[in-house]
Each structure stands twice: as C-alpha cells, then as structure tokens.
C-alpha cells in the first residue's frame, strides 16, 4: 500500500471503526443462542458470528495418529479454483466483514505443493482477503521449512499473515523427527525454533507481519508435557510475539484417530495449562460458544522483560462491565493489517463511547494495580511494548457422541452454539457446518461428491 493509501484506510477506520454489516450478523448470531449462553461474557454474537473453515485440498503426507479425517482423504481429488471462491464467498456471507477463515482441508500447503499448483493457493488467500475475510493457513508447516520461497510467496503475493502450525508427538512423517524416536514434547522444541526463525527471516526479508497460532493435540501420551511446551514458549517474549495462540486440544474419538485406552479429560488439561503458566486461570473468564467447547485466556506480555499477567480479570464481578462493552464495541476487530488501522479504530470507538471507554479504563487500572501485576507490566505499558498471547482449549466431541446429537440436549447446544462452522453445499444451499459434524459424517459426504464429479477426477489425469 501507499502511504497515501494507509492514512485513507486509517481515516475510514476512524469514522467507522464498527462496519455495520458486522454489527447486523453479530445481532443476529447472539439471537440464534440458546438464553443461557446469552451471558455477560460470552464473545459469540458479540465480538465474532464464528470462525469459518475452507473444505480445501484434503492431501496430507503425514499420517498422524489422531487424524480426524476419512481414511481415504489422500485419494480424494482438489477442489477448483472456483469452487474454493464459492466457498469463499459462502463463508464470507455468513460472518460479515472481519471473520476469521481457516484455509484447511487436509494440509493444503502439502497438497497445492505437490500437485504443482501454488499459484492457486496463492490467489485463494488473495481472494479470501479481497472480500473481506482474514485467512489464516492451517499446516503442519514441513513444506513451508523446506520450501521458504513458497511462504514468501504467499505473504507477500497473497497477503497471507496468519498461520496455525501443528506441532506435537502425535505427528508422523516430519523429516528428521521420526515418532518413534520422540520420546517427550521437549525433543520438538527445535522446530518450533525453526518455524519461529522462519518467521522472522520472513519479516526480516519482506516488511511485512507473519503471525503463528499453535495447534497441538493432547493425548495421554502427552499431557504432562503440556506444561513444559508452554514454559518454552512463555521463556522467550520474541516467541510469544510470533506465536499469538497457543492451542491444546484433547483427543477426539473421531476419524482415523488411534484413541488412548484412558482417554483424557478437559479439566486435565486446564490443570496442565495453568501449570504452564504459572497462574490458577479461570476458564469461563470468557465463552466461545459453548463452555464445554472452548476455555481461553489471554496473557499480557512485557517486552523485553517476558513477565507475563492475565489480561481479563478472573473476578465475575467484572463479567457485567464486559458485558456491557462487548454489547456496545464487541463488534471492533483489532486484527492488524497492512494500514495499521487498529490504534484508529480503537480511538474511533472509544470517542464515540467515552463514558464506557473511561469506566472500562479505570476497572482496568484498578485491576492491574490491586492484583500485583509486575511491575515491568506497567512500565511496559506506559511504553507500548506490550503484546498478548492466547492459550486456551478447543475441545472436540467424539464422533458417537456428534451422532447421538438428536437424544442428547448437551451436545445439540453444543453444536447450536459452535464458533467453529464451516460453509457446505448441500442440495444447492449453503450452510453453515460445525466442525464435530465434519469430523463425524460431512468430511465423507464432501470426499464422496469430489470422487464422482467428473471434472475433477478428469484434472487428475
């Protein structure tokens, strides 16, 4: 972008830092919960509709013990440029302008490299920006190591700037990492190093801001490590500038997973979590749909001190004060772009609500001041030298359980309130998916469809 172009986009950010298409599909997504999700500080319908998901490439080289994927997701054909944008575009729809959009499938960097086609990867993150959307690629990242000019490519030719790398032991086939000589969560350490040294020669080399997310599935075999993965991260504030989420995920008897013989719970992995931290978080301090679904907390971090403080207090008094902001400016996105919009749009919405922005200001101080956080916190603060992480939960429902939905209310509310929903063409509508039903039945409905549609299987020849 020009300069000239910036301070346009910082202009309009200003004067209308809450697009009103947002607000109108955010009304309309907190109308669609169950009333007993309609809580204080509960983020669905208030700050996003949902996180939406491409039915992308479905190859994948690796082959995880805790895939939630068909057996025969390797075979299925890519889907055309086409009808990606139509995907796109129905995702698009359902969550206004702002939405988050997973560029998934199976692992789609892998699939578009093998097949000769990244420059349709490349336009497919072009496209999901141009319409409004924010792309975030999901890989297993071994391409990416090996193929660093294909990164380049896409953050500077696509725009791409969000990336969720998984990375743990349930992981088979990346180079030089064998499973079976993997013996603690630790041994991986040095690709997550790797990965955060990509992204920074990759900044270093363009200009341009390239954020991580981490996905990480915990088993039994794993879990006690958890605590450890994140010291890792949490030891380094420059990892934390990179890797922006930090997420867990229990297995999920779904898919091709081999699942534990004592499978885990939600609750053992929040207590690994706050062991890893260092701090006893609380995990409805804000909900994502449905409580049993999501659990997350983000963590301020002091640079270059690395001394890190819950951002939300965990007292739930505080809940009707966020309820109240989330009702008035829920709708403000403060993901970064090109322009540098955030600041304008935060200063935007706070002068047109002062008296909010001043109360929320001053519970905010008092928070900070009367739970002893660091004072390198503080000081960070006044400088501007601070930054968030995200670390929290998703926890996926086994395939049984997804089933069953219509006899269980449980899982139904669940479903109902899912933040995680992806656009499906079924019978010439599109609809919005939750991903435990993708895991459970639509995955094979989509994979089916691809496998006789002649076109496809024709581009394969």
């Not at 790398?165 to 630790?186: C, F, L, N, W």
């Not at 989420?245 to 081999?258: C, K, L, V, Y």
Request: charged share 20%.
């Amino acid at each position: 972008m020009t300069s000239a172009e910036q301070w346009r986009a910082r202009w309009g950010a200003f004067r209308r830092p809450i697009a009103e298409e947002k607000a109108r599909v955010l009304q309309e997504r907190w109308d669609s919960l169950p009333a007993e999700l309609q809580t204080d500080n509960q983020i669905a319908g208030r700050h996003l509709t949902h996180c939406g998901f491409t039915l992308g490439a479905s190859y994948c080289s690796f082959h995880c013990t805790h895939c939630y994927l068909p057996k025969n997701a390797n075979s299925v054909p890519i889907p055309s440029l086409a009808q990606v944008k139509e995907q796109i575009d129905a995702n698009r729809r359902f969550q206004g302008p702002g939405g988050g959009l997973q560029i998934t499938g199976g692992d789609v960097a892998d699939a578009y490299w093998r097949a000769g086609r990244t420059d349709e990867l490349v336009e497919i993150v072009r496209y999901a920006i141009s319409v409004g959307s924010i792309p975030m690629l999901m890989t297993h990242g071994q391409t990416l190591i090996e193929q660093p000019e294909f990164l380049e490519r896409l953050v500077v030719e696509g725009g791409l700037r969000q990336i969720s790398v998984h990375v743990d032991m349930t992981q088979a086939g990346r180079h030089g990492y064998p499973i079976g000589r993997i013996k603690s969560e630790a041994d991986l350490h040095p690709v997550r190093q790797a990965f955060t040294d990509l992204a920074l020669h990759v900044r270093a080399r363009t200009g341009l801001s390239l954020e991580y997310a981490l996905s990480f599935t915990v088993t039994r075999k794993n879990i006690d490590d958890v605590p450890e993965v994140l010291r890792w991260y949490l030891a380094d504030p420059q990892r934390t500038y990179i890797w922006r989420m930090i997420s867990f995920q229990p297995e999920a008897d779904t898919g091709r997973t081999i699942f534990s013989e004592r499978p885990i719970t939600p609750n053992d992995v929040w207590e690994k979590i706050c062991a890893g931290v260092g701090l006893p978080l609380r995990r409805d301090v804000s909900i994502f749909g449905h409580p049993d679904c999501n659990s997350w907390a983000s963590l301020l971090v002091a640079r270059p001190s690395g001394k890190i403080f819950p951002l939300l207090p965990d007292d739930p008094k505080f809940d009707k004060l966020l309820g109240e902001v989330l009702r008035k400016i829920g709708g403000l996105s403060l993901v970064n772009d090109d322009a540098g919009t955030p600041p304008f749009r935060l200063l935007g919405v706070l002068l047109q609500h002062p008296l909010l922005a001043a109360r929320a200001l001053y519970q905010i101080g008092r928070y900070m001041t009367s739970r002893n956080a660091p004072p390198e916190i503080l000081h960070s603060l006044v400088r501007g030298q601070v930054h968030t992480v995200g670390v929290g939960m998703h926890n996926f429902m086994d395939a049984a359980r997804v089933a069953n939905a219509a006899h269980d209310p449980v899982v139904r509310a669940r479903l109902d309130s899912c933040v995680f929903k992806g656009a499906v063409k079924r019978n010439g509508a599109w609809e919005a998916v939750p991903m435990c039903s993708m895991n459970q039945q639509t995955w094979s409905e989509v994979y089916e469809a691809r496998l006789n549609d002649p076109e496809l299987v024709e581009q394969r020849r």
